[in-house]
C-alpha cells in the first residue's frame, strides 16, 4: 500500500442539503452522534495502509478545516500524510470547480508531485467503511485501467435522477454500460464514486479532457470511453453499508437508521473503528426523573427531560419536561423546560425555547440552521 495514494474531492452539489451546508461542506456534515461524513473515508483510507491523502475543498470549507487539522486523529500527520488543496482562485474561477475534472485539473501539481503508482479517487458524500485492498487486487489482476466500485439492491439511496450514477457489469467485471441523472434507472448497480487507476493514466485523462473543454469526469470521460478498447473500465461489487447523502431526506433517514444495533455493527465493525476530531467531555448525564429509550447519546449531554427515538450530538442540553422524538439534535444544542420537538434537525447551537413546539411528519423532517433561536 505504500504505492497508493487517496484523494478526496469536496466540491459536490449541496443545494438538496439546504441550511445543512449553506455554512459548512457536505464532508463537514456531522453525522452518527459524534462523526463526520469525512471522517469514514479518511478511515477507510487509513485501514487500507494509504499514507499520502489530498483533499480538495472548495467554498464553505474552514469547518471542514477545522476538523480535521493536521490529520493527527487518522495517523495522517507524519511527512508524507495529509494535504489540504483550497480552492484554485483567479479571476474568472471564484472557488466553485464546474466539476471533478475541473478540479483534478486545477490540482495537477500534487498529483504530479506525488510518487505513488495507484491512486483511490472518491467523493465526500457517500458513508461507507471500506477496506479498499481486495478492490486493488482485483484491479491490478484484471488489467484494467479504472475501476468504479459499486452496490446493489438499493444500499446507495438519496434523491434520484440528478447525480446518481448505475452500471451494467458483465460477468467479467466489465462495465458494459452507464446511465447518469436517470429518473427511472435501468440499471440495478449503483456507483459509489470511488475509482481506482494509475496516477499516471489519471493524470493523461484529467489533461486530455481540459484541453477538449470537458468539466465532468464521469460524463465527459468514463461514459463516452465505457464501450471503446480506449480504456477498460471494471467494475467492484461493495456488499457492506453504503449510503448517499445528497438531500434532507436521505441524512435524517440514514442517521435515524443508526438506531438499529445490526446497522452499527456494518458501519463501525471493530476490526476497522472509524476516527475523529476528539474533544474531551464529561460522560453524559441523566438527571433525576429524566427518561431516554432507543436513542444514541454522546459524551457531554444532560438529559433532564424525555429522549425517545433520536440522536444527540456532544454537549446537547435537554431541560426538565421537555420532550425530543424521533430528532436529530446537533452539537450544544439546548431544549428548554417544556419544548417539544418531532421529527426536527437541529444544527449547532440552535435553542428551543421554553415551551416552544416544533413537531413535523417523518417525510418532511423541520429544520433548524445553526445558532438560531426559535
Known sequence: MKDVMGLIYTGENDIHLG????????????????????????????????KNVGVITQKNYSSLMDHIGSGREWDLHGKQGLTILPPFLTRENMGVYSGLLDALKSNSNFLRLSTQEYIVLTNSHTVYNIDFTDALRQHVESGADVTMLYSRGGQSTGTEGENDTYLSVDENNRVTGMEIGSAVPTRECACLKIYITK????????????????????RDILQRNINNDSLKVYGYEYKGLAC????????????MSLLDTDIRRQLFPKERPVYTKVRDDLPA??????QCTNSLVANGCVIEGTVINSILFRGVKIAKGAVVKNSIIMQDAQIQEG????????????????NGRLIAPAAYPIVIAKNVVI
Open 285 to 290: 448525564r441523566y438527571i433525576d426523573e429524566s
Open 19 to 50: 441550511e445543512l451546508t449553506s455554512l459548512r461542506a457536505v464532508a463537514a456534515l456531522p453525522i452518527a452522534g459524534r462523526y463526520r461524513i469525512i471522517d469514514f473515508q479518511l478511515s477507510s483510507m487509513v485501514h487500507t495502509g494509504i
Open 244 to 255: 448517499q447523502i445528497d438531500s434532507i431526506q436521505s441524512y435524517f433517514n440514514f442517521n
Open 339 to 354: 419544548a417539544e420537538i418531532d421529527h426536527c434537525i437541529l444544527d449547532k447551537q440552535s435553542v428551543i425555547r421554553r
Open 199 to 218: 496516477r499516471e493514466l489519471l493524470r493523461q485523462l484529467v489533461e486530455q479532457g481540459a484541453a477538449n473543454g470537458m468539466h465532468d469526469f464521469e
